[in-house]
């Protein structure tokens, strides 16, 4: 498959449960990022990695936990999230650091968590 | 801190009408300003940026400074055009490509 994917498109957890999400780009770009999409708020930046090397880390709580073994592959390791946790989780990709790069997204991944 | 604003959450035009999108943002540094489409049942997609000033989509825009705003304007809007928009600024901070989104603009075009 080409572009970025992501598995899986839907979950539902309770909050005692641990999930991973996961997201895989066929672009060759070297950074990746993970957004939250949530119904009554804009798209916001969770984490970027660019070089597999986490870069910015946009004050997400610690039951998020990002990984990124190599420039195609990006998780979020999720543990006692909560209700407010619900939203759309997308991932997306791009080359290099160019501020004028144009990112890539996934179709994203509906989670509801009860 | 950076801020988008796109001040419709809704638009509504007839097909073969003009149609402008807002956007207005806030950034001490040097902007760099994208339009992100996202169509039913489509993935997040690249519309307009404003460095290349190419018209995509029937959608041209340029950037205001003055104004700091990015309203991208098609003069006749098709039904296909419906679909959501979102204005994202871009910022440099470390490394990575850092984008701010505004809190989008849905565009129905009635037949």
């Known amino acids: 498959e080409t572009g970025v994917t992501q598995t899986p498109r839907h979950l539902v957890m309770g909050m005692t449960n641990k999930k991973s999400l996961k997201c895989e780009q066929h672009l060759g770009h070297n950074a990746m990022y993970w957004y939250k999409q949530s119904a009554k708020k804009p798209l916001e930046l969770m984490f970027v990695y660019n070089f597999k090397e986490q870069t910015e880390n946009n004050s997400v709580p610690s039951r998020f936990s990002p990984e990124c073994p190599n420039s195609s592959h990006l998780f979020l390791h999720l543990h006692t999230l909560q209700p407010e946790d619900s939203a759309l989780y997308l991932c997306?990709?791009?080359?290099?650091?160019?501020?004028?790069?144009?990112?890539?997204f996934g179709p994203g991944t509906r989670l509801t968590v009860l | 801190a950076q801020r988008v604003t796109q001040p419709e959450k809704l638009l509504s035009v007839f097909k073969g009408a003009p149609v402008e999108l807002k956007c207005n943002y806030s950034?001490?540094?040097?902007?760099?300003l994208f339009w992100y489409v996202q169509y039913s049942r489509q993935r997040l997609q690249l519309l307009l940026r404003h460095i290349s000033r190419e018209s995509i989509k029937g959608f041209t825009a340029d950037l205001n400074k003055g104004e700091t705003s990015f309203h991208p304007k098609k003069p006749f809007a098709q039904e296909e055009d419906s679909a959501m928009y979102y204005c994202?600024?871009?910022?440099?901070?470390?490394?990575?490509?850092?984008?701010?989104f505004g809190g989008g603009t849905r565009l129905m075009v009635k037949p």
């Open positions: 994202a600024l871009s910022t440099r901070r470390h490394a990575g490509n850092m984008l701010t």
């Open positions: 950034y001490s540094g040097s902007p760099e």
């Open positions: 997306a990709s791009s080359q290099d650091r160019g501020q004028g790069n144009e990112q890539f």
